[in-house]
């Protein structure tokens, strides 16, 4: 079955750490660009970071930028988000989605359950 | 505040039709495909359209996308109850150099 299965969430201290995980099944991972996608409670949907499929390539939204770290390993067919210098605003659900992009296109076609981020004291 | 623009709300009956609405600009949705996406209740975002109007295998043709300049439009024909949920509008900003979003909008099949 194609799937996405994250993990790692959990109650974190302002100005903690955290690692996420993505484990993909299904599907040639390292083919695919990988995204981390975070829902704020009652919130939208906000894109956080990317990394293509031989990990050249990768982007950080500002909000994020300098205190989270994408990376995967295809090896083990697994995504990561070091999460640093987390703060109250980071708490959310986060997604890891399976990336689809070209020259004037970008989407996620397939996206994991979400494991939930919570920062407070 | 979101990039896209989209209503917090819409409504019908079942049965009917409604046409959920993601205004950008030319540096978004004027200059590259949107795609739409449907989270139900408690549950991760699913794409529902790709590359403007296209649905993925499995997505009934009761759903449909379109674009016009810088706005895209998500249509939703016979609807059904199960159909409620938050719809969201999605591009790649080429000024910005990021994904964004609309802010969501929440369907209630009256």
């Known amino acids: 079955e194609v799937q996405l299965v994250e993990s790692g969430g959990d109650l974190v201290q302002p100005g903690g750490s955290l690692r996420l995980s993505c484990a993909a099944s299904g599907f040639t991972f390292s083919s695919y660009s990988m995204n981390w996608v975070r829902q704020a409670p009652g919130k939208g949907l906000e894109s956080i970071s990317y990394i293509s499929g031989s990990s050249t390539t990768i982007y950080y939204a500002d909000s994020v930028k300098g205190r989270f770290t994408i990376s995967r390993d295809n090896a083990k067919n697994s995504l990561y988000l070091q999460m640093n210098s987390l703060r109250a605003e980071d708490t959310a659900v986060y997604y890891c989605?399976?990336?689809?992009?070209?020259?004037?296109?970008?989407?996620?076609?397939?996206w994991g359950r979400g494991t939930l981020v919570t920062v407070s004291s | 505040q979101s990039v896209l623009t989209q209503p917090p709300s819409v409504s019908a009956a079942p049965g009917q039709k409604v046409t959920i609405s993601c205004s950008g600009s030319s540096s978004n949705i004027g200059n590259n495909y949107v795609s739409w996406y449907q989270q139900l209740p408690g549950t991760a975002p699913k794409l529902l359209i790709y590359e403007t109007n296209k649905r993925p295998s499995g997505i009934p043709d009761r759903f449909s996308g379109s674009k016009s300049g810088t706005s895209a439009t998500l249509g939703i024909t016979g609807l059904q109850t199960g159909d409620e949920a938050d719809y969201y509008c999605?591009?790649?900003?080429?000024?910005?150099?990021?994904?964004?979003f609309g802010g969501g909008t929440k369907l209630t099949v009256l």
């Open positions: 999605g591009t790649w900003d080429s000024s910005l150099s990021v994904v964004v």
């Open positions: 989605a399976r990336v689809r992009v070209g020259a004037d296109y970008w989407y996620f076609d397939l």
